[in-house]
């Protein structure tokens, strides 16, 4: 069994920046790709990027020159670098974590940008 949990998460002003953590456990078994998706009210959850254990990474076009993710494999740990942040970013931001074919998710946390 993987548990997800993702943090930093918060309120902040157009043209800000948040960095997101999320981690999986226990940290001893391998996680093979690890995610963020995005879910705004009224609107489907999205994939925003995500990234292999050998740290190869793919971006939504939404998040491309804006975000930045990153793994702490050592940790089970991902990172999400939002600079940039648009009023159109407010979602609830989930991480996801693959292992042995089972996608493992966390319960979110809430990111809300302001005009």
């Known amino acids: 069994q993987v548990q997800v949990v993702e943090s930093g998460g918060g309120l902040v002003q157009a043209g800000g920046s948040l960095r997101l953590s999320c981690a999986a456990s226990?940290?001893?078994?391998?996680?093979?790709?690890m995610a963020w998706y995005r879910q705004a009210p009224g609107s489907e959850r999205e994939l925003v990027a995500s990234?292999?254990?050998?740290?190869?990474?793919m971006y939504a076009d939404s998040a491309k020159g804006r975000f930045t993710i990153s793994r702490d494999n050592a940790k089970n740990t991902i990172y999400l670098q939002m600079n940039s942040l648009r009023p159109e970013d407010t979602a609830v931001y989930y991480c996801?974590?693959?292992?042995?074919?089972?996608?493992?998710w966390g319960q979110g946390t809430q990111v809300t940008v302001s005009s």
């Open positions: 996801s974590a693959l292992r042995l074919s089972r996608t493992y």
């Open positions: 226990p940290m001893t078994v391998y996680i093979s790709t």
């Open positions: 990234i292999g254990s050998g740290a190869d990474t």
